[in-house]
C-alpha cells in the first residue's frame, strides 16, 4: 500500500492538483477564520447547511462585489 501511494505521489495527475491545492486551502482558512465557518452555530444538519449555505453565499457575494470594482 504505502508502495502504492509513493508511486501515486509521483504521478503527473498528482503534481498538477498539489499545485492548485494551496488556493483551496486558502479559501478554507477564510471561510473558518475570517466568516465563523470553524464552528457551528447553531445544532443539528440543517441548522450545519443553513450556515454552511449562508456563509459560501457571503464569500461569493464578497467575491463578485470585488470583481465589479474592478471594472
Not at 8 to 26: L, T
Not at 44 to 58: E, S, V, W
Not at 62 to 67: A, D, E, G, N, P
Amino acid at each position: 500500500m504505502h508502495a502504492e501511494q509513493a508511486a501515486f505521489q509521483e504521478s503527473d495527475y498528482f503534481k498538477e492538483k498539489s499545485k492548485e491545492r494551496y488556493k483551496i486551502e486558502a479559501k478554507n482558512s477564510e471561510l473558518k477564520h475570517r466568516h465563523g465557518y470553524d464552528v457551528a452555530s447553531a445544532s443539528g444538519l440543517f441548522g450545519m447547511r443553513l450556515q454552511g449555505a449562508t456563509t459560501i453565499f457571503a464569500v461569493n457575494l464578497k467575491r463578485i462585489i470585488t470583481l465589479m470594482r474592478e471594472k
